[in-house]
């Protein structure tokens, strides 16, 4: 269903639209599913793209399930007339669990090489024997002796290949290329530099290189990343977004990033209730769209809706999982669209589930979060962050507010 | 509209059958919990969600040894969904914290439902430290409620079947849940020497299937010493039993010859029929061990005229591939193929497919010994296809026995004749040139036997 980009008419399809785990990602389901929200940052990037000439580095974040994914395939999507996007994430590339700064310069230079093959575009053989010089010298302990037919280019392809696929599975391959890398680094840019030109010129498109999942990996290694190393990863010269964790925004040394990466966008939450705790209704339209792109208007009752929007937070894909588990409520009790009870039993779910989840101390915590609006830059309220039992919002200035399906908790004596 | 409280706790049977829904309803892939308070609590649970489910269930057990999930789902073929169900997630933290975060898109990659069994220390520690994956969860589903103490009896009838249908993943479960269940036990203020003891030769069984014979041997001398304890002479026997397949395993000849005999001997006085086929079937092969194949052949008999007589299919077939064992050694062919034939018959008639592995894999032996290389191909292939899915331990001496009728047959004859059974899947030559590299001295000195 959700592949085909599919309205669902009927429950069971509906169940299997609104699933948690798949962001939307191919061009037929951004079409069919997208929903644009209100203080959505990505226009602003794609305007900064647009009218700077020079390259921009970029940190994108949000909440987990906010759609950074979804936002940034859009985003592509609306460059792709006047830029070159290379979109990857590390994780495919490399290994998370042991990731350096030179590890996501050369995963750059690597894919840009793979792109420009895949898209066949023509890079000159002079650019070609640089880099290939290069790949071989920083490559030669690891990856034995290439022997292709067809030249430079043929060369070049099967090492940056082979290249590729060790550096994310083997140590030795790891330890041995940064060790070469490392002394060589202003080379490496160069090569970067000199392959991007060629792009540009042959496609007549700048470039842009999307690095996804950064904030994926541990809080440590992404602070090393961006406060130790931000000269090597604002180096090359094309523009680049990077993902970026949530939480590091409320680390100490956050303005200090901030000074090297002065291009920070958060993707803000929907969010379906202002900060006095009115309601807030071009979110809660939003939201709703979000069900009824996806599935037909008549699988859920209007009130039914709206609840889900409220209780959603305006994470979406909180409100997905919500909806999915109504839609389940429904079946169950063998109704032909989600009503409140529905819909509200999938809320006592959740609920029941942060009722395991959360400590009497995290439950205090909260209750001063509802109260005050804000949180402080410390361990125990970035954990609730992370559990998203404290939200981020922003509209004219930013707050902070519990789950609505944590709510009942904090009542409880 | 009636609103839950979120105070009220849905009963067992809303929860499996809300857990039964998700699993029929959806496609793709799910992320679920399942919260449970006690292995004992668990497994009534677990037995009734196997009844329910729409889709077969396989089940992994994590440890710090397997830590992560993904590898174990990934193994899976891709063609049917399945049901897996994780257990001792705990043991496998830190590291399958980081894993599951990291990887949390691997697990739509693939098509199956992934349920994890944790407790409420094990939910918090993934809603804390792998946030990623804890918020792609499809659902939670509360088993804590089973309050009501479950005795013995009733826990044993959870258990089904026993340990006789077990893939290497169901015997890693089930030395789980039994090691679970005598911690449980032991810890209690009044034991029940009878139910540990019980326990004990299950998870004695287990290890010995696992080939972990020293701590299936320290666990049926435990077992003994508990039934001893508690005057229960039926369990006393079983470990006897379970002693004497063990000491034929490390070639201990005339101490298997006294534990069987003692096992015999109680199974005989109490009249229990099963444990004097089952002791009367181990001195078969004890006697056949020491190539007293007269003598082993008189034992089997007397095994399989009371499995025939009781209708014990399975322990039947048992002796029929044992008979047929002998016939081959003798050189008898014609009646070994019937033996195994009888075999393979009930076998596959059980419909559990592990079960017949060891008869195809023999059939194959049989095969190669009179030159039938292809027919051996055939009928090693087809064990092969089994154990590989189901992960059984037998799976390296097949590899082995491949390997070996590939150097007699040559590799091109040999991939043909693989082509023939798995047109799909090319023969992993790599492993089999490497299995025969590494044969000490030579092939001529395996014997290959399932």
Redesign the interface.
């Known amino acids: 269903m959700l592949e085909h980009a599919e309205i669902a008419q009927d429950l069971r399809g509906a169940i299997n639209s609104l699933d948690p785990e798949r962001p939307l990602k191919t061009d037929k389901q951004l079409e069919a599913y997208f929903v644009p929200r209100p203080f959505s940052p990505v226009e602003d990037v794609r305007i900064l793209l647009q009218d700077t000439q020079s390259p921009q580095k970029i940190l994108f974040t949000g909440h987990r399930g906010s759609g950074k994914s979804t936002e940034l395939a859009w985003l592509t999507r609306s460059l792709r007339e006047q830029f070159f996007v290379i979109q990857y994430s590390v994780k495919d590339r490399l290994n998370i669990f042991d990731l350096t700064h030179l590890d996501i310069v050369l995963s750059l230079a690597l894919e840009m090489v793979e792109r420009a093959r895949e898209e066949g575009i023509e890079v000159s053989e002079r650019v070609q024997e640089h880099i290939l010089k290069f790949t071989k010298d920083i490559s030669q302990e690891v990856v034995s002796e290439v022997t292709a037919g067809g030249g430079v280019s043929a060369e070049l392809n099967v090492i940056v290949a082979k290249l590729s696929s060790k550096l994310g599975a083997e140590e030795v391959t790891r330890t041995s290329v940064r060790e070469k890398v490392s002394h060589r680094l202003s080379d490496l840019f160069e090569n970067i530099d000199l392959l991007a030109r060629e792009i540009e010129k042959s496609t007549g498109r700048r470039l842009l290189a999307i690095v996804e999942d950064l904030d994926k990996t541990d809080l440590e290694t992404t602070k090393k990343l961006f406060y130790e190393n931000a000269v090597s990863l604002s180096a090359p010269r094309l523009s680049v977004i990077y993902t970026f964790p949530m939480a590091l925004r409320h680390d100490n040394d956050f303005m200090q990033i901030r000074a090297s990466f002065p291009r920070l966008y958060v993707l803000p939450n929907f969010m379906p209730r202002n900060r006095d705790g009115g309601e807030n209704e071009d979110c809660i339209d939003a939201l709703q769209a979000i069900f009824t792109k996806r599935a037909a208007p008549h699988l859920i009752d209007a009130n039914a809706l709206r609840r889900l929007a409220l209780s959603s937070s305006g994470i979406p894909r909180e409100f997905v999982a919500i909806a999915q588990t109504s839609c389940l409520e429904a079946r169950k009790a063998e109704r032909e669209f989600v009503d409140e009870t529905c819909v509200e039993t999938a809320i006592a779910n959740r609920t029941r589930e942060y009722d395991v989840l959360l400590t009497p101390e995290q439950r205090e915590l909260l209750k001063k979060v509802r109260e005050n609006k804000r949180i402080t830059n410390d361990k125990d309220h970035r954990s609730l962050l992370h559990n998203l039992s404290a939200l981020e919002y922003r509209n004219s200035g930013v707050w902070y507010d519990v789950h609505p399906v944590v709510a009942p908790l904090l009542d409880r004596e | 509209?009636?609103?839950?409280?979120?105070?009220?706790v849905r009963s067992v049977a809303d929860e499996i059958?809300?857990l039964s829904?998700?699993i029929r309803?959806?496609?793709?892939?799910?992320?679920a919990f399942a919260?449970y308070r006690s292995v004992a609590d668990r497994e009534p649970v677990v037995a009734a969600l196997k009844e329910q489910l729409s889709v077969p269930v396989r089940e992994c057990v994590l440890s710090a040894e397997h830590r992560n999930p993904i590898d174990y789902l990934r193994a899976l073929p891709v063609g049917d969904r399945r049901c897996v169900f994780f257990y001792d997630v705990e043991a496998a933290f830190p590291e399958f914290l980081?894993y599951v975060?990291?990887?949390?898109?691997s697990?739509?990659s693939v098509p199956h439902a992934a349920i994890f069994w944790v407790t409420?220390y094990g939910?918090?520690e993934i809603?804390?430290k792998a946030?990623?994956f804890?918020?792609?969860?499809?659902?939670?589903f509360?088993f804590r409620s089973v309050r009501e103490r479950v005795e013995p009896p009733a826990l044993s009838a959870a258990f089904g079947g026993g340990f006789e249908f077990a893939d290497r993943g169901d015997l890693e479960r089930r030395v789980s849940l039994y090691e679970g269940l005598i911690r449980e036990q032991q810890a209690a203020d009044s034991p029940d020497y009878g139910f540990l003891a019980r326990l004990q030769n299950r998870l004695a069984w287990a290890y010995f299937e696992l080939t972990r014979h020293r701590e299936a041997e320290s666990t049926a001398r435990q077992a003994l010493e508990c039934a001893q304890r508690a005057g229960d002479p039926a369990e006393e026997a079983t470990a006897e039993s379970t002693l004497g397949a063990l000491a034929i395993e490390s070639a201990q000849f005339d101490a298997a010859d006294a534990h069987l005999r003692r096992a015999l001997e109680i199974s005989s006085g109490l009249a229990q029929e099963t444990g004097v086929a089952t002791a009367s079937h181990r001195l078969g092969i004890l006697a056949q061990e020491q190539q007293q194949f007269d003598e082993a052949e008189k034992w089997y008999h007397q095994a399989l005229e009371i499995s025939e007589r009781l209708g014990l299919e399975r322990y039947a077939a048992s002796g029929y591939h044992q008979l047929g064992r002998i016939a081959e050694e003798r050189q008898r062919f014609d009646e070994a193929e019937k033996w195994y034939r009888q075999a393979l018959e009930i076998k596959e008639r059980l419909g559990h497919p592990p079960l017949a592995v060891d008869t195809l894999a023999q059939f194959g032996v049989l095969s190669r010994t009179r030159g039938q290389f292809p027919d051996a191909v055939h009928w090693f292939c087809r064990a092969f296809g089994i154990a590989a899915e189901y992960k059984m331990p037998v799976l390296k001496r097949i590899e082995v026995d491949l390997a070996l009728t590939m150097q007699l047959m040559g590799e091109g004859p040999f991939t043909a004749a693989w082509r023939e059974v798995i047109p799909n899947q090319d023969p992993p030559m790599g492993l089999f040139r490497k299995i025969l590299r590494d044969l000490p001295g030579g092939p001529g000195g395996l014997r290959a036997s399932v």
Not at chain 2, 101 to 105: F, L, P, S
């Open positions: 509209m009636e609103a839950e409280s979120p105070s009220q059958a809300a829904l998700l309803e959806t496609d793709s892939s799910v992320i919260l980081g975060n990291i990887q949390r898109e697990f739509a409420e939910f918090r809603g804390t946030p990623d804890w918020a792609w969860r499809s659902g939670v509360d």
